[in-house]
């Protein structure tokens, strides 16, 4: 849960960028639409794989400065790639639409993330059952939302729309499973815990 909740700081940076980034709002210079693309695909590759790595931590012990460094150091590295080495990969080509990269993109994290609901099934037992749920909803929503941006033609079309509407809700879900629940109200998830342990026959 303290995996995720730090993975997220930094995956909402980059799409807060990502926001900032759309051509209108003019803050970013000598950019066009295909630089909130490519600040949404690097978001969605760390999603996607954050995710899939979540699982091990349940088993294994999380190091939070350490997890912070690596993923400050990722963050970075993303920002620098587009803004300054500007050696990311194309994702959105005015006047063509969106590139191979990005479309291939969005296939590979739905796949990720497909990956990452089998592996958290498999510690379905270590979790809160509302809070599992909620988490697999989230990735589920995330999932419909990469499919909806594989065909948009416009960063102003419908199905860009759609794609961010899904993706609104997949974000409310897990802040809902990991803010709300697992980090502001952590002694209710003690309380049921306990309780259970009780209908188990534990002390």
Sequence with gaps: MLFLGISLVFIASID???LLAYQGINIFSGFDANLPTQLWIAARYLQA???LVAPIFIIR???PKLT???YFIITSFIFVSIFYLRIFPDAFIVDSGLTQFKIISEYIISIILIGSIVFLWEY???????IFYLIISS???TIFAELAFTFYVSVFGLSNLVGHFFKIISFYLIYKAIIQIGLMNPYSLLSKKKIKR???GFN
């Design 68 to 70: 912070s460094l690596i």
């Design 139 to 141: 990735i589920i929503f």
């Design 16 to 18: 807060f960028v990502h």
């Design 124 to 130: 379905k037992e270590k979790f809160d059952k509302i």
């Design 198 to 200: 009780k209908k188990n």
């Design 61 to 63: 012990e999380l190091k």
């Design 49 to 51: 794989l954050s995710f």
